[in-house]
């Protein structure tokens, strides 16, 4: 999962609890199919932020269009931002987040996505006497 936050400020000053909530739509870069349609985001808190998860698929680019003010009431100063999320960028982060095992036997190093088995990558075969830290050890 990805989370896709914006901070919303009015006069300088952060907003949460807007009468009307900021919508979100994303869209494959390949295709410029939208993927989710002006779904509603979460209000996070007293601090502007406004998030939304998505499962986003490995391979996949995206952008995204955050309305933050869908009704046009002058909640926001800013109504509209947008980005991108590349699978690069998606990867990288699901292996600084992934589940680490290492197999003593096999001296497989395996990156799982998080609370799953699916392997993120192909195991690694790991010599010397050193493992990195954080992983699961089985004999």
Do not use: W
């Not at 998080?114 to 010397?128: A, E, Y």
């Amino acid at each position: 999962m990805v989370d896709i936050a914006v901070n919303l400020i009015k006069s300088d000053v952060p907003v949460n609890t807007l009468a009307t909530i900021p919508v979100i739509t994303i869209r494959r870069t390949d295709t410029g199919a939208a993927v989710v349609t002006t779904a509603a985001m979460s209000d996070q808190g007293s601090d502007g932020l406004y998030t939304y998860s998505f499962a986003a698929t490995d391979g996949l680019n995206y952008s995204f269009l955050i309305d933050a003010d869908p009704v046009v009431a002058d909640q926001v100063d800013t109504r509209y931002h947008n980005g991108a999320l590349s699978s690069d960028e998606l990867l990288t982060k699901e292996l600084a987040e992934a589940d680490q095992f290492f197999n003593k036997g096999t001296n497989q190093l395996h990156f799982y996505r998080r609370g799953t088995t699916t392997d993120l990558i192909p195991s690694k075969t790991v010599t010397g006497e050193q493992v990195p830290g954080n992983v699961n050890l089985a004999e």
